[in-house]
């Protein structure tokens, strides 16, 4: 009797190992509720069978001891129920066990279904993250054109700006030597008239003296002459 226990023992830790190795974690309160009922029905099942068997020795023993061949019918037709009932029970137990097998079939069948339903979800995720980091991969890049087509942009303005300001500083440069060059011939030039005016000025200043002084001296000889006239 207590091999037959461990024997149904043994075979229920191997089920219960092949779902581990399958990657179903029994854990669940109610099954493992299930199944302690259903040994604890199997050890009273046991129990009964062995007194029934007790029973049935007994009545043997009484048979044997009084040769009651009525007590010997009666234990035959027992011992037929006992074995139809033994027989029904069997296969209630072999539609049980079918059952139970169908129902943790069903709850295998439904933890790959949402196990794969994870895995599905968890490349949804994977491939949304990927293409958002790609997004903003291309947001940085494109950020990264724009500031440096802009610097691009404004050290083109800087350098025309430079070249603008050069150039014109150029300009007002050559245009103040072009001025101090006409400023220069036009002193130049003044004092060139101012020096010939000057000159015009003495030779005329010096050709008037000498008119006076021609004057004075014919006014001398007139004079001159008329006191020797008289």
């Given at each position: 009797?207590?091999?037959?226990?461990?024997?149904?023992?043994?075979?229920?830790?191997?089920?219960?190992?092949?779902?581990?190795g399958?990657?179903?974690?029994?854990?669940?309160?109610?099954?493992?509720?299930?199944?302690?009922?259903?040994?604890?029905?199997?050890?009273?099942?046991?129990?009964?069978e062995?007194?029934?068997?007790?029973?049935?020795?007994?009545?043997?023993?009484?048979?044997?001891?009084?040769?009651d061949?009525?007590?010997?019918?009666?234990l035959?037709?027992?011992?037929?129920?006992?074995?139809?009932?033994?027989?029904?029970?069997?296969?209630?137990?072999?539609?049980?066990?079918?059952?139970?097998?169908?129902?943790?079939?069903?709850?295998?069948?439904?933890?790959?279904?949402?196990?794969?339903?994870?895995?599905?979800?968890?490349?949804?995720?994977?491939?949304?993250?990927?293409?958002?980091?790609?997004?903003?991969?291309?947001?940085?890049?494109?950020?990264?054109?724009?500031?440096?087509?802009?610097?691009?942009?404004?050290?083109?303005?800087?350098?025309?700006?430079?070249?603008?300001?050069?150039?014109?500083?150029?300009?007002?440069?050559?245009?103040?030597?072009?001025?101090?060059?006409?400023?220069?011939?036009?002193?130049?030039?003044?004092?060139?008239?101012?020096?010939?005016?000057?000159?015009?000025?003495?030779?005329?200043?010096?050709?008037?003296?000498?008119?006076?002084?021609?004057?004075?001296?014919?006014?001398?000889?007139?004079?001159?002459?008329?006191?020797?006239?008289?």
């Open positions: 009797m207590k091999s037959t226990m461990l024997s149904i023992q043994n075979s229920k830790g191997s089920v219960m190992r092949s779902k581990e399958s990657g179903v974690i029994v854990t669940d309160s109610t099954m493992l509720d299930r199944e302690r009922k259903q040994l604890e029905k199997i050890k009273l099942k046991q129990q009964q062995l007194q029934q068997m007790m029973e049935y020795e007994l009545k043997m023993e009484q048979i044997r001891m009084g040769n061949e009525k007590l010997k019918k009666q035959e037709k027992e011992e037929l129920q006992r074995k139809e009932l033994a027989l029904k029970a069997k296969e209630q137990e072999r539609i049980k066990q079918e059952k139970e097998l169908m129902r943790k079939k069903k709850e295998e069948e439904e933890a790959e279904r949402e196990r794969l339903r994870q895995k599905a979800l968890m490349e949804k995720e994977r491939i949304k993250e990927e293409e958002e980091k790609e997004k903003a991969r291309k947001k940085q890049e494109e950020i990264r054109k724009r500031e440096q087509e802009q610097r691009i942009k404004q050290e083109k303005f800087r350098m025309q700006t430079e070249k603008i300001t050069q150039e014109q500083m150029m300009l007002v440069e050559k245009k103040k030597k072009e001025m101090d060059e006409r400023d220069k011939q036009r002193k130049e030039l003044l004092e060139k008239k101012q020096k010939e005016a000057h000159e015009a000025a003495e030779r005329k200043r010096g050709a008037s003296i000498k008119k006076i002084e021609a004057t004075k001296q014919k006014m001398e000889f007139i004079l001159e002459e008329q006191r020797n006239v008289l």
